[in-house]
Structures are given as structure tokens and as C-alpha cells.
T-cell receptor
């Protein structure tokens, strides 16, 4: 079964600093990977996704993530944090289920705090 | 398009009561699903549907029922509410039946408290 581990339930950065949110996955087959963002009192919104094309994926709001098979990682980065980036971020993996229909498995989430 | 809509936004139940959380989408999406979100546990899949008349269990299905009589609607029923079902519930949908690479669109959530 697939799983996702997000290292660090809370990450705090200063405005303008690098944002690095870590995600590692476990899968016996090549996975499809997603990053979602959740702003307070809202639903989840897709940031970016890896679907086996380019290993470096660019998303919305200046975020990007790199798929590294050797490290089983899909870390999310942004060169310069903005106050508006404060939110909770979820990494997710999608694999075919027993019926060949996909299922999305989420990590536990990382809360990003941005200080002025 | 209204996207994915959920009602109600907030609900308080007493233990043993039943209720239905409503979810609708107007994007003609085949795949719909229900998740619950609890602190420190991310989102966990309750039930999902790959089309009208087809539903299946997710990771945490106990205590919940679903049906999919139309493409647009996917209600979640709590049969006999328990305090352990206090959570935020999200409905999501995607165009593809397989969702392997497809984007899921999430509703705004229903915050449920069971006393």
C-alpha cells in the first residue's frame, strides 16, 4: 500500500526566505504525486502535480517541486516566502486501487507560518 | 460553474442522531469522494464513487453510508452519530473515473460536532 510522510507538522519562515516543505512517499510502483494547499476555513486547492513527465514541476503562486525517485521524495519549495503563503500544505499520492480506480492518499499536513 | 458545493457548513448533533451531508457538483465529473479531516491526520478517504450507481469504501467507511443516484450528487449519511465522528468533512470530485493523474476539486467543507 502507498503512504506519504510529511516531515515537520509546523514550519516557520521569515518573509522573503526560502520555503521548503518535505514529502516522502512509499510505493511499489511509480506514483503520481500532488501538493495541495488549504487556507484557513477553506477547502483544498491544487498547487501542482507530478504525472511522470518532467521531474521538476512548477505550480501556482511560485511554488515548485522536484520528483526524486532515488530518494522517494517530492519536496515543495518556493524561493521567497510571502505572508499570503501562510496555510496548511498537504502532499498526496495517487495509485491504482484493486479495481484499477485511483485513490488519493494524503500526508498529515504541514502548517506554514510566515513571519514579517 | 458553482464547482463543488456542500451543505450545511456547520452542524451540531447529539450522539445517536442521524443526518445527511450534501455534496453536489456541476462540472459533469465522474469521480466523487468524501474525506474527513482531523488534526495531525491529514485527509482520510471515507467513500468514493466512480459514476452514478457505483460506490466503494475508502479507508474509514464505518458509520457512514453513501449513494450516487445522479452524476451531480453524492450525499454522505451518518447513521447514528458518535463523538468520534466530530470532524471536518470534505467532498471532492474529478473528471476522470480513474483519478490517477486528474485534479480533484474540493468543496468548502462541513464542520460537524457530535456531542
Amino acid at each position: 500500500a502507498q503512504s506519504v510522510t510529511q516531515l515537520g507538522s509546523h514550519v516557520s519562515v521569515s518573509e522573503g526566505a526560502l520555503v521548503l516543505l518535505r514529502c516522502n512517499y512509499s510505493s511499489s510502483v511509480p506514483p503520481y504525486l500532488f501538493w495541495y494547499v488549504q487556507y484557513p476555513n477553506q477547502g483544498l486547492q491544487l498547487l501542482l502535480k507530478y504525472t511522470s513527465a518532467a521531474t521538476l514541476v512548477k505550480g501556482i503562486n511560485g511554488f515548485e517541486a522536484e520528483f526524486k525517485k532515488s530518494e522517494t521524495s517530492f519536496h515543495l519549495t518556493k524561493p521567497s516566502a510571502h505572508m499570503s503563503d501562510a496555510a496548511e500544505y498537504f502532499c498526496a499520492v495517487s495509485l491504482a486501487g484493486g479495481t484499477s480506480y485511483g485513490k488519493l492518499t494524503f500526508g498529515q499536513g504541514t502548517i506554514l507560518t510566515v513571519h514579517p | 460553474n458553482a464547482g463543488v458545493t456542500q451543505t450545511p457548513k456547520f452542524q451540531v448533533l447529539k450522539t445517536g442522531q442521524s443526518m445527511t451531508l450534501q455534496c453536489a457538483q456541476d462540472m459533469n465529473h465522474e469521480y466523487m469522494s468524501w474525506y474527513r479531516q482531523d488534526p495531525g491526520m491529514g485527509l482520510r478517504l471515507i467513500h468514493y464513487s466512480v459514476g452514478a450507481g457505483i460506490t466503494d469504501q475508502g479507508e474509514v467507511p464505518n458509520g457512514y453510508n453513501v449513494s450516487r443516484s445522479t452524476t451531480e450528487d453524492f450525499p454522505l449519511r451518518l447513521l447514528s452519530a458518535a463523538p468520534s465522528q466530530t470532524s471536518v468533512y470534505f467532498c471532492a470530485s474529478s473528471y476522470s473515473r480513474t483519478i490517477l493523474t486528474d485534479t480533484q476539486y474540493f468543496g468548502p467543507g462541513t464542520r460537524l460536532t457530535v456531542l
